[in-house]
């Protein structure tokens, strides 16, 4: 039989000392094989970093990120730092991709080559049955999509899953994010942790849109590739208005009746990735959060029941597609959050937690799934036993 478990923990005191003592002494049994830490920004990292490191058997790797919020099985919570202890029948490797502002392509074709180096096991071989890769990024360098081509360069059918290291900070002049991996704590870069196991797994995402029937084609962006200036041959912001059947002022992220209620995707095979436009600018064009292509087709999605889908999804599609599950670590999109704050459903979502497997996470910016950048989703790396 062979399986994964994972045990989490979670501490609010300050001290970095402090909280390393209550986070480790808190775990039972075998010496766990790898570590997440998922800490809130404001806390010094550096100094968490090593207390837990100086506590932990010299043989457990770790990894980790700063947070815009900790997720477990009792909620989400802010401030605190949620420690999760993997143990069981598999091996990991870690890699590091620094300059991702520079060379996004190369930081992750790096971080991948190192990951696997580290595991001892050629990049050719890796194969989609028995590897898997958790990917965590710098998210305020808006580089997912040149990563993953780096990541996969050599390996394409190497499945992913993870999300952006974040922030509480609301203002983007101030907003800063640092990855952790073994003793090192960086900013501007990528880790990619390579798990191989022969226990069931499953990248898996969930979201609470459905599908409307409605298409819309990208017509013309502009040179970034991140704003559409035309949809369906026509000014962006008119035309996504238009379909609406509000103005361009009720579009933007967040608004009752704008991008969050009717977000678009991109359909790949039956599902659905969310690829949320954000904001309406001066000129009529559209941000989007990730890079456009003109001649797309995209989905308009229409929101669905917040906490009911993701209830469902813990308690019916992750037993269903990963058997006797018993570790999840989950990267949880900060606008979903944003946006449960604000229609006063964030104890409702949060509870829906409590019918996850033996779960870690974190709040996100942005997130990564098979190879795709996408948005206002909840993705998950899911280990159960056969």
Not at 119 to 146: M, T
Not at 231 to 259: H, N, Q, T, W
Not at 298 to 324: C, I, S, W
Request: aromatic share 6%; hydrophobic share 40%.
């Amino acid at each position: 039989m062979a399986r994964v478990k994972m045990q989490t923990v979670r501490t609010t005191r300050a001290d970095p000392i402090a909280a390393a003592e209550e986070l480790v002494g808190q775990l039972e049994g075998a010496a766990p094989r790898l570590v997440t830490l998922f800490a809130s920004r404001e806390r010094d990292q550096l100094a968490l970093n090593r207390a837990v490191r100086e506590r932990l058997p010299p043989g457990t790797r770790l990894v980790g990120a700063t947070t815009a919020g900790e997720l477990d099985n009792q909620g989400i919570h802010s401030g605190s730092v949620v420690l999760g202890a993997l143990s069981g029948d598999f091996e990991v490797g870690l890699g590091l991709g620094t300059g991702l502002s520079l060379d996004a392509v190369g930081a992750g074709a790096s971080a991948i080559k190192r990951a696997a180096q580290d595991l001892g096991v050629r990049q050719s071989d890796i194969e989609p049955r028995q590897f898997v890769g958790l990917v965590i990024d710098d998210g305020f360098r808006y580089k997912k999509e040149e990563l993953l081509l780096g990541i996969l360069e050599k390996n394409q059918t190497l499945v992913l899953v993870g999300g952006g290291a974040a922030d509480h900070e609301q203002d983007p002049a101030k907003q800063s994010a640092l990855i952790h991996v073994d003793g090192e704590v960086t900013t501007d870069a990528v880790v990619v942790a390579l798990f191989k196991t022969s226990a069931p797994w499953g990248a898996l995402r969930s979201h609470w849109y459905q599908a409307t029937g409605e298409r819309l084609t990208i017509t013309r962006v502009d040179e970034s590739a991140t704003r559409a200036l035309e949809i369906d041959g026509k000014p962006a912001a008119a035309r996504y208005a238009e379909m609406l059947g509000v103005s361009e002022e009720d579009l933007e992220f967040g608004k009752p009746r704008g991008f969050a209620v009717h977000p678009t995707a991109l359909k790949v095979g039956r599902e659905y990735f969310i690829r949320a436009p954000w904001k309406p600018l001066p000129d009529g064009s559209i941000l989007f959060a990730n890079l456009l292509e003109e001649g797309t087709e995209l989905e308009l999605m229409k929101m669905g029941d917040m906490a009911g889908m993701t209830r469902h999804f813990f308690q019916e599609e992750l037993p269903r597609r990963v058997p006797n599950p018993q570790a999840a670590l989950l990267f949880h999109c900060s606008g979903r959050m944003w946006y449960a704050g604000s229609t006063g459903t964030v104890a409702q979502l949060a509870d829906t937690l409590r019918h996850a497997p033996t779960a870690a996470g974190m709040n996100v910016h942005f997130e990564i799934y098979s190879g795709f950048h996408i948005n206002t989703t909840l993705t998950v790396l899911a280990f159960g036993g056969n």
